[in-house]
């Protein structure tokens, strides 16, 4: 007994030493430094989306600090975990505005995680730049959340748009995951579109996220008989569904979102995903020099891996937030907010970015093609 | 007529899941009274364990019927040292405290265990390799692979080899004893210790073969695939009555069967919620669960 108050004494001890000297070296440096915050999902079962976003915010930092920072200063960023978990967004992002005093908030890109981070963000009146998170809900959380991003419903026509008019099928059936809002919105667009331009939705099911067994499912679907199925899930799901799918005997392309846009995703997949198609931010492929030299510099910078559309977004989203504050004069968070509203015509990687009163972006998307573990560009949809 | 027998196959293939990690389950209850919700994880280990033997292994031997069987081997092997320790390190030492304290343990541990893992493997989600080549088995337009049909064989000889070795041999005679009562097994010589060891040995190699097998079939590994998997073979455990080996297999069919076809003809979305419906019904109107006994409690 005496042993551990001892112990606690000494432990209470040590822990407000290094908690007051670490404050004491965070305000020296925070005046040197623009201090930002990142949130995402590092590891879990979305892990491939918050490591890609990591990178691409990194190397954005990186170049800008290299010419020499933003307003004579450097940036700093601070990255937190989430896990791929709504409430452990909540608890991240509290926790970078009340201790860490970010400026800003960079993330996230599932938009349930988004969701339930937006409302602290707005509430502390901390701007909040979504890189992907296409839900619409998103940014009508309040006036300080902002996406560099296209929206769901737009998602949605475009995926609609190519089952009818490009692989000209009739009848589709929906497979959703019920525990993610984007899954859920976009959903909900693409029936909506498709429906309108004459299409047959001749199931509709559901799954949730962390599910492996989509058998029962599929075997339903497979009894309508339909000529596509939509899947706007995660790669982790997909890439099982893709498999269950096919050994039922579903032999129609998969359909899908920017939520299938993972290398993760032919991993688990395999064959299984040839000949489907899903619909995201931009194509490795694209000759146009922006994307080539970002994917070059990337590349070198990773190892030789390429980046996908979620590393392209959160590079774009990084940079469009720099120079807010550039634009903005300060670090003060009102001033970065009014400057974001003005964001015009920014040359992203993934298209120029203008924030509409929404505080939405408006960009392109395109349609890629899974080939043998590699997605082969098929066609850019403008809104 | 055609989708209906195929959700019979889908719900038996899925049944046999929750079958073969509930066995540990019902094992580790029946001998002593502790819901080990740290089982679901080791379940986790074992699809792990396999993962990483199978990439050390790989193309090193010429029949890959072997390479399974090594693969599962080690597996179980390594899980069953991992259910003896947590057992020696974590439950032994409160055995004689209320048994709220081990259950909080048991939440406890599984969340250490899920945690260790994630910082250990990393979080993403695997591809667990096709140690046995998938067949397509043509049965008149119905879908069904070999390999759901060596998980079913499996949790079958597993239940039957399981039932043999607690009701035919002298070690199984021992754990009904210590089941039966601690105390009174220890004043008749039983090595109680070794018992629980045994016991937590063998329900951890169940999980370990059940965490391999069932990758084989839905081969995307994460560190939390047991989670869930845990809970609803905890779920099938209690409906065909908790400490019953035959009442675990039939509780797991009866839950892959139930949950298959609410997907397949009710509301997809509501899987879960009917599936744990039909289990607060059959719990309501028989405790102790389809195959159980009751008991009288004693005083």
Not at chain 2, 134 to 142: F, M, N, V, W, Y
Not at chain 2, 179 to 196: E, Q, R
């Amino acid at each position: 007994m005496r042993i551990s108050k001892r112990f606690w004494i000494l432990g209470a001890l040590s822990a407000s030493v290094i908690a007051l000297t670490g404050c004491n070296k965070k305000q020296a440096e925070s005046q040197n430094e623009i201090l930002i915050g990142e949130y995402g999902s590092l590891t879990g079962a979305t892990a491939t989306y918050g490591q890609s976003t990591h990178n691409g915010i990194a190397m954005a930092v990186e170049e800008i600090n290299a010419a020499g920072g933003v307003l004579g200063r450097k940036i700093k960023v601070i990255t937190e975990d989430d896990a791929g978990k709504p409430e452990e967004a909540q608890t991240v992002v509290t926790k970078l505005i009340n201790k860490d005093r970010v400026s800003s908030i960079l993330g996230e890109f599932a938009s349930s995680n988004s969701l339930a981070a937006a409302p602290v963000c707005q509430q502390s009146h901390i701007p909040m730049v979504s890189h992907g998170s296409t839900n619409p809900k998103v940014t009508q959380v309040g006036d300080y959340i902002f996406r560099t991003c296209f929206i769901d419903p737009f998602q949605g026509q475009v995926m609609a748009k190519f089952a009818w008019n490009t692989l000209k099928v009739k009848r589709v059936a929906i497979l959703r995951d019920i525990k993610s809002d984007y899954s859920m919105g976009l959903a909900n667009f693409f029936k909506q579109g498709f429906e309108s331009m004459g299409g047959q939705i001749i199931a509709d099911e559901s799954y949730g996220q962390g599910d492996k067994d989509f058998n029962a499912q599929l075997t339903s679907i497979q009894s309508k008989n339909p000529e596509a199925v939509f899947v706007p899930g995660y790669y982790t799901e997909v890439g099982l569904i893709a498999r269950q799918a096919r050994k039922l005997g579903i032999k129609g392309p998969l359909l899908g979102g920017d939520g299938w846009d993972s290398e993760k995703l032919c991993e688990i997949g395999g064959e299984a995903l040839n000949g489907c198609f899903f619909s995201t931010h931009y194509s490795v492929d694209d000759t146009s020099s922006a994307i080539q030299n970002f994917v070059a510099a990337f590349k070198k910078r990773n190892n030789g891996s390429l980046p996908d559309a979620i590393a392209a977004l959160g590079y774009d989203g990084a940079k469009v937030l720099v120079d807010a504050i550039r634009r903005a004069g300060s670090d003060n968070p009102d001033s970065i907010r009014i400057a974001l509203t003005r964001t015009k015509d920014f040359p992203g990687v993934t298209g120029a970015i203008t924030l509409n009163e929404n505080r939405d972006a408006v960009k392109p998307a395109v349609v890629l093609e899974v080939k043998d573990g590699k997605y082969a560009y098929k066609e850019t949809v403008t809104p | 007529m055609h989708a209906f027998l195929q959700q019979i196959i889908n719900g038996i293939s899925l049944g046999s899941i929750y079958a073969l990690v509930a066995l540990g389950y019902t094992m580790v209850y029946g001998v002593m009274r502790l819901i080990n919700f740290a089982h679901g994880d080791v379940y986790m280990l074992g699809a792990f364990f396999g993962y990483y033997s199978s990439r050390v292994l790989h193309g090193k031997l010429q029949s890959s019927l072997i390479e399974t069987i090594l693969v599962m081997i080690v597996s179980m092997l390594g899980c069953a040292l991992i259910g003896m320790l947590i057992e020696r390190l974590a439950y032994r030492p409160v055995r004689k405290a209320s048994r709220l304290t081990s259950l909080i343990i048991a939440i406890g541990l599984s969340l250490l265990i899920e945690n260790l893992a994630q910082l250990i493997f990393g979080a993403d989600p695997k591809f667990f390799p096709q140690l046995i080549p998938e067949k397509q088995i043509a049965l008149g337009g119905l879908s069904l692979t070999n390999q759901q049909i060596i998980v079913v064989v499996v949790a079958l000889l597993l239940m039957a080899g399981l039932n043999a070795f607690v009701f035919y041999t002298k070690s199984g005679k021992a754990m009904r004893a210590v089941s039966f009562n601690l105390d009174a097994a220890k004043l008749m010589g039983i090595n109680t210790n070794a018992v629980i060891s045994l016991t937590f040995a063998l329900g951890s190699a169940l999980a370990a073969a059940g965490g391999i097998l069932v990758s084989m079939n839905l081969p995307g590994i994460d560190p939390l695939m047991g989670v869930m998997t845990g809970l609803k073979a905890f779920v099938a455990a209690v409906l065909g009555g908790i400490g019953n080996i035959f009442g675990a297999v039939l509780g797991g069919l009866i839950l892959g069967l139930a949950e298959t076809f609410v997907a397949g003809y009710g509301s997809s979305t509501y899987r879960d919620a009917i599936a744990f419906l039909i289990l607060i019904a059959i719990l309501l109107f028989k405790p102790e669960g389809l195959l159980g006994k009751g008991q009288v409690e004693k005083v």
